[in-house]
């Protein structure tokens, strides 16, 4: 015979129910913060008409930040390039942008998604907004206006996701080429030049 009271087995029950959702809660996974919210960006999206193709490669978010290069090419000619650079930014995201043949400007987060990112900066001539937003799991609209009162009109870029320089070599027979009269090995120094070899 137990001294202790039984307890009813509804009591059972709901500790069972209450050390289940306190389990499941430890282990989900809380939602992306600072720059990993963008990690979606990341990979090769090109835009090609029969005029132009434009093209944006985005690196990992890593060190706070993730990397962007761009470039527009008219048939086999290259018609501007852009280097761009999102960093965490306190709370927000900062968005650099590098163009090639302009001063440089920066773009803070006004609004920030799961699949969505809108930059803006008031004071700039033109864009005053960048946005990007994913529309599908390989199709992303990248689009810059002149702010909420602009009669200039939205100008957009509808991306697709192609393979980046790197994933089309390795399909093609998973060997690298080198560049045209280079070598894909760093050339050995002479023992008498200083620095590591």
């Excluded at 919210?37 to 985005?58: I, K, N, Q, Y």
């Excluded at 706070?64 to 761009?70: E, F, I, P, R």
């Excluded at 280097?83 to 709370?91: C, H, K, N, P, S």
């Excluded at 609209?141 to 702010?147: H, N, Q, T």
Aim: hydrophobic residues 35%.
């Amino acid at each position: 015979m137990s001294l202790l009271p039984r307890r009813a087995p509804t009591l059972d029950a709901a500790l069972l129910v209450m050390l289940f959702a306190a389990s499941a809660s430890a282990g989900a996974t809380e939602p992306a913060a600072g720059i990993q919210r963008l990690a979606w960006l990341r990979g090769c999206w090109e835009m090609a008409s029969p005029e132009r193709t434009v093209e944006e490669h985005w690196m990992a978010p890593r060190g706070s930040s993730m990397v962007g290069v761009a470039r527009t090419l008219r048939g086999s000619d290259l018609v501007e390039y852009e280097l761009m650079v999102i960093r965490e930014q306190g709370a927000q995201l900062a968005y650099e942008a590098h163009p090639s043949g302009q001063p440089s400007a920066t773009f803070v987060s006004d609004a920030v998604s799961e699949k969505s990112v809108v930059f803006q900066n008031l004071g700039h001539d033109f864009p005053k907004r960048i946005g990007y937003e994913r529309t599908g799991e390989d199709q992303l609209l990248a689009w810059i206006d002149g702010g909420p009162d602009s009669e200039r009109p939205r100008i957009e870029f509808t991306y697709r996701r192609v393979a980046c320089d790197a994933d089309r070599g390795a399909r093609a027979g998973g060997r690298r080429t080198a560049p045209r009269g280079g070598s894909l090995r760093r050339k050995a120094r002479p023992s008498s030049t200083p620095g590591p070899s």
